[in-house]
């Protein structure tokens, strides 16, 4: 594998269930992003993890909890969502946030529809 | 209100015409990217500027950094149906704002 995948690609999922995106970079990045992308809306990013420690939360709603682990994996625990979280989200991974521009690369993002 | 304004929102035209895309703002940036999106994909990253009045070709591409770092423009020469797609601008401040995008369709 090469990149930043993310897993599963499309995913349907009603109002009480309790699910979790994945996203894994093969790059050897140290930063990792999760942004939303809605239709007709830029994107937004939702959470920033540098080194495994989460230095941004742009006021996301607590039915999502991203999580860490290592630097090369993140995830997004989805719970208790509304119809208005259906959405693209997108996975991105870039060098330390501090070095010169840091370029984001992006996964390929699940399709997330909220029934 | 939106930090980084795209025009046009939509464009088609037809295969082997030219076309500008503009990216604008009234802020400041310590650089910024270029993506194409395809349908169903992520962004890919085409280019990244950094200098003022900074130009960068790739292969029909050209990306130009406003003199004052708030505007770049992406210029395409020769469309190809393969440049269709999502373009989308992205400054850096103290994290990357994105544009809205432009969605582009080349005719054959």
């Known amino acids: 594998e090469t990149g930043v995948t993310q897993t599963p690609r499309h995913l349907v999922m009603g109002m009480t269930n309790k699910k979790s995106l994945k996203c894994e970079q093969h790059?050897?990045?140290?930063?990792m992003y999760w942004y939303k992308q809605s239709a007709k809306k830029p994107l937004e990013l939702m959470f920033v993890?540098?080194?495994?420690?989460?230095?941004e939360n742009n006021s996301v709603p607590s039915r999502f909890s991203p999580e860490c682990p290592n630097s090369s994996h993140l995830f997004l625990h989805l719970h208790t969502l509304q119809p208005e979280d259906s959405a693209l989200y997108l996975c991105?991974?870039?060098?330390?946030?501090?070095?010169?521009?840091?370029?984001?690369?992006f996964g390929p993002g699940t399709r997330l529809t909220v029934t | 209100t939106q930090l980084l304004e795209q025009s046009p929102q939509f464009l088609s035209i037809q295969e082997g015409e030219n076309l500008t895309v503009y990216c604008n703002s009234s802020?400041?940036?310590?650089?910024l990217q270029w993506y194409r999106q395809e349908p169903g994909e992520g962004p890919v990253l085409l280019v990244t500027?950094?200098?003022?009045?900074e130009v960068k070709k790739l292969k029909r591409l050209t990306f130009q950094f406003g003199d004052a770092r708030k505007d770049s423009s992406l210029h395409i020469t020769a469309a190809q149906t393969g440049d269709t797609g999502l373009y989308l601008c992205?400054?850096?401040?103290?994290?990357?704002?994105f544009g809205t995008g432009t969605s582009l369709t080349v005719i054959p």
């Open positions: 991105a991974s870039s060098q330390d946030r501090a070095s010169g521009t840091y370029e984001q690369y």
């Open positions: 790059l050897g990045h140290n930063a």
């Open positions: 993890y540098s080194l495994e420690e989460r230095v």
């Open positions: 802020s400041v940036f310590s650089s």
């Open positions: 500027v950094v200098t003022g009045g």
């Open positions: 992205a400054g850096r401040r103290n994290q990357f704002y």
